[in-house]
């Protein structure tokens, strides 16, 4: 497997989103937490397997959250671009693509 670096304002987003569904319910945060987590680690036993859009990011869909985690397998490593809410403010991240790691 390779190594998998999570993009430290996707980290941010992570936490703050844990954070405000925790707050909406209790449970709830540490369910999308796992949820997240599970995600990651699918992504990271197989990151082909999801397809490549635009800006050649790939993009794993989550089935009970709102979200796209948008990541980059590159020939050394997975790079978590972003956890993304599908709803709010498109393209966002994009600017992060000018910096990998």
């Not at 925790?22 to 999308?32: I, K, Q, T």
């Not at 859009?53 to 989550?62: A, E, I, L, Q």
Request: charged fraction near 30%.
């Amino acid at each position: 497997m390779k190594p998998l670096i999570i993009d430290e304002e996707a980290e941010l987003e992570l936490a703050g989103s844990v954070a405000f569904y925790e707050e909406r319910r209790s449970g709830l945060g540490l369910d999308f937490h796992a949820a997240a987590k599970e995600a990651v680690r699918r992504i990271a036993t197989a990151p082909e397997r999801w397809p490549v859009g635009k800006h050649d990011t790939r993009r794993y869909v989550m089935s009970r959250f709102p979200f796209v985690i948008h990541y980059i397998d590159m020939p050394d490593k997975l790079w978590i671009v972003a956890f993304a809410h599908a709803k709010r403010k498109p393209g966002y991240w994009i600017k992060r693509l000018q910096s990998p790691p």
